[in-house]
């Protein structure tokens, strides 16, 4: 038997820094959040109606933000154009890239159609209001519910491709075996609905919307999903228990040789676990204690907004200092500049900007799939689901 | 557990590094197929009838690290940053308390299935028809993928151009008809580069001679590197089972100061 120590060896630095972990965090919540929008600006379930407004204004605000994040992990931000002067079929990003655009637009074209009821209502509104809602909503024409229908199919469809591409671009790196698993882009999709979920149960509190179907719905997703997420890590693990190599085998060498890395698959589970069982324990309760108990849903809603984007975070950046080729583990620091603190704090800081500006100049609360009678909709106006009691008033 | 491990490894490591010399036996056609997604794209540019390669003599190297310097000055890398490098390890045997000291040279392995390549979705790195990986940094965005693509950490965005850089075995000396800065410099002759498609090359001759006892790095990632070490230990083709034994020495404010020795 030998023992050997490494004498010299370069420090290898990561490629891709936290504005990654806003890219995939940001791109997950959104596609998510179209997902549980879905429901009744797409398919026509009125009871789904509290949630789906909801849920656009949080995919509409992080598909704004994610490709800024996206665009910024570029070294050379500027050459972003060469992604199309020279669009290949061989690299997933490249895939992606096109699919990014597309879906962009048609996640912006399915927001102005349930939006646009509630824009042509308020063109007659005073100040800056009515005028950026004149010019919005673009004339009073009918906005036929087929025509949201049809468009929300298609920013789904894309939103597929989004799914696919950003797990495939991961799971085909075999230089990082963490990544290199089928198991990663579903666990990626999963987790992406836990924090979209998480963030509607928080955008439901902050909005004093406070609609219970929407909690109630929301606690749905969320079991079901850390169910799945279960599910798929328990898969994962079983797959690959006994084997020298790959994915889990590099796992299970990470944790019983790093510190860091026991405590994060420590924290992980307990946070999954505990996540569930409070869901299981609220969905439980009688019909007379759920309403003083889903007040404090929104808690679990950070929470799983937290499981979401740890997740990433593990994924991208902690694999990213498992050493391949040198002993030990990578330490790093996480930078005080822009590829480090500023980068995650901006994004979240344009984030917020994005939803501020859209709750100051766009009627979301009243989003809606399509209408007939354009500038008549009082039901839209008056929509009894919406809780104007006490909510901030901007005109 | 462990040596059961190894010897599968070694055993793969052996097979694959015949399974990376085909390609010369037959000679195979450079340009591939139109590619699927993560498929290797055409080759392009370069010399179709040749195919670069390099031997490493590890029972040459001494490991002065002057492959290390001379690449660093003739390639500009900023400083921290290696196109190519030699780790060094002490091997301790721990019945007959022997030492010996284990030099590894790094670098690009310019694979017959790189795996940076296909992942590139730009496609600014590319493989010449000569099999010599190269990036072209005015069109490289700079995101990065292949840095992470590579198992063998071989490449890097260079702090100053903010592109993709690696090992091209110095292609623009090998042009002038030069040999690349690290074999000029290597003080024991143990790098030695040559046209493998060549059968009367040096480098033909020594990977006849010594076929089977030729290793590459991480065989069992199906890269098909075409650096070929010969003294290798097979133990070292993966990352090495070892301690690591510098320790950065940061200042308050996370400045590097130095390093800090365990032993």
Redesign the interface.
């Given at each position: 038997?030998?023992?050997?120590?490494?004498?010299?060896?370069?420090?290898?630095?990561i490629?891709?820094y936290p504005w990654a972990v806003q890219y995939f965090f940001m791109i997950a919540v959104s596609y998510a959040s179209l997902w549980l929008a879905a429901p009744a600006l797409v398919f026509g379930k009125q009871s789904w109606l509290p949630t789906a407004r909801l849920a656009l204004i949080a995919c509409v605000s992080t598909t704004l933000v994610a490709p800024v994040a996206l665009l910024a992990?570029?070294?050379?931000p500027l050459?972003?154009w060469?992604?199309y002067?020279?669009a290949?079929?061989?690299?997933?990003?490249?895939?992606?890239?096109v699919v990014l655009p597309l879906y962009l637009i048609s996640v912006l074209g399915f927001a102005w159609l349930a939006w646009r009821p509630a824009l042509q209502a308020r063109q007659q509104a005073a100040g800056l209001n009515g005028l950026i809602a004149k010019w919005l909503s673009m004339g009073s024409g009918a906005t036929p519910k087929a025509l949201v229908a049809l468009v929300g199919l298609a920013a789904l469809m894309l939103s597929s491709g989004i799914m696919l591409y950003t797990g495939?671009?991961l799971a085909?790196?075999?230089?990082?075996p963490l990544w290199n698993t089928i198991w990663l882009p579903p666990m990626l999709v999963a987790s992406g609905f836990i924090a979209a979920a998480g963030l509607i149960l928080v955008l439901n509190r902050v909005s004093r919307i406070c609609a219970p179907d929407a909690t109630r719905q929301m606690l749905y997703v969320l079991l079901a999903f850390c169910a799945l997420a279960g599910l798929i890590a328990l898969s994962w693990l079983l797959d690959g228990l006994n084997a020298?190599?790959g994915s889990v085998a590099a796992a299970l060498e990470s944790v019983r040789f790093s510190p860091s890395w026991r405590s994060t698959a420590l924290w992980g589970g307990l946070t999954g676990v505990a996540l569930f069982a409070s869901v299981v324990f609220l969905l439980t309760r009688s019909a007379q204690r759920q309403p003083a108990l889903f007040a404090w849903a929104w808690l679990l809603g950070l929470v799983a907004i937290h499981m979401g984007w740890m997740f990433r975070w593990v994924v991208l950046m902690d694999v990213?200092h498992v050493?391949?080729?040198?002993?030990?583990f990578h330490?790093y620091?996480i930078?005080a500049g822009s590829s480090g603190i500023l980068g995650i704090v901006g994004t979240f800081g344009l984030w917020l900007a994005a939803i501020l500006l859209i709750e100051l100049f766009i009627p979301w609360r009243q989003a809606q799939q399509g209408s007939q009678l354009p500038g008549n909709d009082q039901a839209a106006s008056r929509a009894p689901l919406t809780a104007n009691k006490g909510a901030p008033s901007h005109g | 557990m462990d040596a059961v491990r190894r010897s599968l490894l070694g055993q793969l490591a052996r097979l694959s590094a015949g399974a990376a010399l085909v390609p010369l036996s037959s000679l195979a056609p450079a340009s591939l197929a139109q590619a699927g997604i993560n498929q290797q794209p055409a080759r392009r540019e370069g010399d179709p009838s040749k195919r670069y390669g390099m031997l490493i003599d590890l029972r040459q190297c001494i490991g002065c690290q002057a492959c290390t310097v001379s690449c660093h000055i003739e390639n500009a890398a900023p400083l921290g940053q290696f196109r190519t490098t030699v780790s060094q390890y002490e091997v301790h045997h721990q019945e007959s308390g022997e030492l010996a000291t284990f030099m590894l040279p790094r670098l690009c392995n310019h694979c017959e299935n790189p795996p940076c390549v296909p992942v590139c979705p730009v496609e600014a790195t590319y493989q010449q028809q000569d099999g010599i990986v190269v990036v072209d940094s005015d069109r490289c965005v700079g995101c990065a993928y292949c840095v992470n693509a590579c198992p063998y950490d071989a490449r890097f965005i260079n702090e100053r151009t903010q592109t993709a850089d690696k090992c091209t075995f110095c292609a623009h000396r090998l042009e002038a008809g030069l040999l690349p800065a690290c074999v000029e410099s290597c003080v024991g002759g143990a790098r030695i580069i040559g046209d493998m498609r060549n059968p009367d090359s040096q480098i033909s001759r020594l990977i006849n001679e010594h076929r089977d006892a030729l290793m590459v790095l991480q065989p069992e990632k199906n890269t098909l590197p075409q650096v070929f070490y010969l003294g290798m230990d097979e133990r070292f083709t993966t990352r090495p089972v070892a301690e690591p034994v510098a320790l950065e020495v940061l200042a308050p404010h996370g400045q590097e100061m130095g390093y800090e020795f365990h032993h």
């Amino acid at each position: 038997m030998n023992s050997t120590i490494e004498l010299l060896a370069p420090r290898y630095d990561i490629a891709w820094y936290p504005w990654a972990v806003q890219y995939f965090f940001m791109i997950a919540v959104s596609y998510a959040s179209l997902w549980l929008a879905a429901p009744a600006l797409v398919f026509g379930k009125q009871s789904w109606l509290p949630t789906a407004r909801l849920a656009l204004i949080a995919c509409v605000s992080t598909t704004l933000v994610a490709p800024v994040a996206l665009l910024a992990d570029l070294h050379q931000p500027l050459r972003f154009w060469h992604f199309y002067a020279y669009a290949n079929t061989h690299s997933w990003m490249s895939i992606g890239s096109v699919v990014l655009p597309l879906y962009l637009i048609s996640v912006l074209g399915f927001a102005w159609l349930a939006w646009r009821p509630a824009l042509q209502a308020r063109q007659q509104a005073a100040g800056l209001n009515g005028l950026i809602a004149k010019w919005l909503s673009m004339g009073s024409g009918a906005t036929p519910k087929a025509l949201v229908a049809l468009v929300g199919l298609a920013a789904l469809m894309l939103s597929s491709g989004i799914m696919l591409y950003t797990g495939a671009e991961l799971a085909i790196v075999k230089a990082r075996p963490l990544w290199n698993t089928i198991w990663l882009p579903p666990m990626l999709v999963a987790s992406g609905f836990i924090a979209a979920a998480g963030l509607i149960l928080v955008l439901n509190r902050v909005s004093r919307i406070c609609a219970p179907d929407a909690t109630r719905q929301m606690l749905y997703v969320l079991l079901a999903f850390c169910a799945l997420a279960g599910l798929i890590a328990l898969s994962w693990l079983l797959d690959g228990l006994n084997a020298h190599v790959g994915s889990v085998a590099a796992a299970l060498e990470s944790v019983r040789f790093s510190p860091s890395w026991r405590s994060t698959a420590l924290w992980g589970g307990l946070t999954g676990v505990a996540l569930f069982a409070s869901v299981v324990f609220l969905l439980t309760r009688s019909a007379q204690r759920q309403p003083a108990l889903f007040a404090w849903a929104w808690l679990l809603g950070l929470v799983a907004i937290h499981m979401g984007w740890m997740f990433r975070w593990v994924v991208l950046m902690d694999v990213q200092h498992v050493a391949r080729n040198s002993a030990g583990f990578h330490h790093y620091g996480i930078p005080a500049g822009s590829s480090g603190i500023l980068g995650i704090v901006g994004t979240f800081g344009l984030w917020l900007a994005a939803i501020l500006l859209i709750e100051l100049f766009i009627p979301w609360r009243q989003a809606q799939q399509g209408s007939q009678l354009p500038g008549n909709d009082q039901a839209a106006s008056r929509a009894p689901l919406t809780a104007n009691k006490g909510a901030p008033s901007h005109g | 557990m462990d040596a059961v491990r190894r010897s599968l490894l070694g055993q793969l490591a052996r097979l694959s590094a015949g399974a990376a010399l085909v390609p010369l036996s037959s000679l195979a056609p450079a340009s591939l197929a139109q590619a699927g997604i993560n498929q290797q794209p055409a080759r392009r540019e370069g010399d179709p009838s040749k195919r670069y390669g390099m031997l490493i003599d590890l029972r040459q190297c001494i490991g002065c690290q002057a492959c290390t310097v001379s690449c660093h000055i003739e390639n500009a890398a900023p400083l921290g940053q290696f196109r190519t490098t030699v780790s060094q390890y002490e091997v301790h045997h721990q019945e007959s308390g022997e030492l010996a000291t284990f030099m590894l040279p790094r670098l690009c392995n310019h694979c017959e299935n790189p795996p940076c390549v296909p992942v590139c979705p730009v496609e600014a790195t590319y493989q010449q028809q000569d099999g010599i990986v190269v990036v072209d940094s005015d069109r490289c965005v700079g995101c990065a993928y292949c840095v992470n693509a590579c198992p063998y950490d071989a490449r890097f965005i260079n702090e100053r151009t903010q592109t993709a850089d690696k090992c091209t075995f110095c292609a623009h000396r090998l042009e002038a008809g030069l040999l690349p800065a690290c074999v000029e410099s290597c003080v024991g002759g143990a790098r030695i580069i040559g046209d493998m498609r060549n059968p009367d090359s040096q480098i033909s001759r020594l990977i006849n001679e010594h076929r089977d006892a030729l290793m590459v790095l991480q065989p069992e990632k199906n890269t098909l590197p075409q650096v070929f070490y010969l003294g290798m230990d097979e133990r070292f083709t993966t990352r090495p089972v070892a301690e690591p034994v510098a320790l950065e020495v940061l200042a308050p404010h996370g400045q590097e100061m130095g390093y800090e020795f365990h032993h």
